[in-house]
């Protein structure tokens, strides 16, 4: 009881300590803390979402007009571009009259849309600070760009990595679920007790290989495969994720399903057998509906395994954070996503609570997989009885 009930208590926190850390990102505005977007105190826009400001200084949007404003082209400043405007002379010796130019640049380009530290904000401030719409839910699932160290704004949108995921995952739980459930029949009920004794251990000593040795076989022998037989410019794909997940996700299936199976009755089987059923029939009739419970035990924690593996698919994906078509295009998957960048993000900075909620949403798609099984698996079990 005191195992059982630490166990859950620590799960819960867990679980609790991830969904504050990913839901503070919602509280946050996508511009770094101490950081201003400014413009003329003349000019008429006053809010600019997310993916107007990266359009605009990436140079897409060239006139104010085309975001409401009046005809009149966008001048784009930075800090680093003040010595096009003012000489060392005029800034100081020790950049003393920074603030000072900034204002007095601000007020003079109608056009400006300048982009700053708050401490160079002069005490005479005579600019207009544009309004930054906080990070919203919807934004963050359906934005298609996931750019969350762009300067001057982040792009938060975790779009590609669901899908990369889902593409990823499925394609090896396509792969790997009907030959693990194959394999595990097979030792179970087919296999002579030599060939089992064999077998077996091999397959259980397949689940302790590091998964980083699975990336180096996914990278050395996988990934050029696909390459030349689909005559592809880069094999790094989703299918040499899904591949190499599968192949990961079976010493599970196996394993599980082959001890479920073997825990069948044996006059559950003799009854069948001499009912005049075939053996075939005795498996596919007694022994796969009566090790049901294990079967899904083993489903849900090959898929598990495939849904949250980083390392193998960092490795062979192609970590390309676009909206994948196809399984033959790189892809990158939300665990890659969060094992590539928390170390380079800032604790309890904007990148750091992105990457969290990226965790809340892995959470929540591994445990409505897992709730579907078993609403799956004991919906059978109702119709049986």
Request: hydrophobic share 50%; charged share 15%; proline share 5%.
């Amino acid at each position: 009881m005191l195992s059982g009930a630490a166990t859950s208590i620590t799960v819960v926190l867990i679980v609790f300590f991830l969904f504050i850390e990913g839901a503070g990102v919602f509280n946050r505005k996508p511009i770094d803390d101490g950081y201003l977007l400014v413009v003329n105190a003349t000019n008429k826009v006053k809010t600019l979402q997310p993916s107007q400001v990266k359009d605009v200084f990436d140079k897409k949007i060239t006139n104010w007009n085309q975001l409401g404003g009046e005809n009149r082209p966008i001048v784009l400043f930075t800090t680093s571009d003040i010595t096009q405007y003012y000489t060392e002379e005029e800034l100081g010796a020790n950049f003393e009259h920074f603030p000072e130019k900034i204002n007095e640049l601000i007020q003079k380009q109608p056009g400006i849309i300048a982009f700053f530290s708050d401490k160079y904000k002069s005490d005479q401030f005579v600019g207009k600070e544009l309004d930054i719409d906080k990070i919203k839910v919807w934004e963050f699932l359906s934005g298609e760009e996931w750019f969350p160290t762009a300067q001057p704004i982040a792009q938060m949108g975790v779009k590609p990595l669901i899908y990369g995921t889902l593409w990823v995952s499925f394609g090896a739980i396509l792969l790997a679920l009907p030959i693990g459930l194959a394999a595990a029949i097979y030792l179970s009920e087919i296999a002579q007790k030599r060939t089992r004794s064999l077998l077996k251990p091999l397959i259980e000593l397949l689940a302790g290989i590091p998964s980083v040795v699975y990336g180096f076989f996914g990278l050395v022998v996988i990934v050029p495969l696909i390459q030349e037989m689909f005559n592809l410019p880069v094999g790094e794909t989703g299918l040499a994720g899904s591949v190499v997940l599968a192949i990961m996700a079976l010493p599970t299936i196996i394993t599980i399903s082959e001890d479920a199976m073997r825990n069948t009755p044996r006059a559950m089987k003799e009854a069948s057998l001499a009912l005049g059923a075939s053996k075939w029939q005795t498996i596919y009739k007694v022994v796969m509906p009566y090790s049901a419970s294990g079967i899904t035990a083993g489903a849900i924690l090959g898929i598990g395994r495939a849904i949250g593996e980083t390392m193998a698919v960092l490795m062979v994906t192609g970590n390309a954070a676009v909206i994948p078509n196809t399984l033959l295009a790189p892809v990158r998957t939300i665990p890659a996503t969060i094992a590539a960048e928390l170390g380079e993000a800032p604790n309890g900075g904007l990148h750091y609570e992105a990457l969290f909620a990226l965790g809340c949403i892995l959470f929540l798609i591994t445990f409505g997989i897992n709730m579907l099984v078993e609403l799956v698996t004991n919906r059978k079990a109702h119709k049986k009885h």
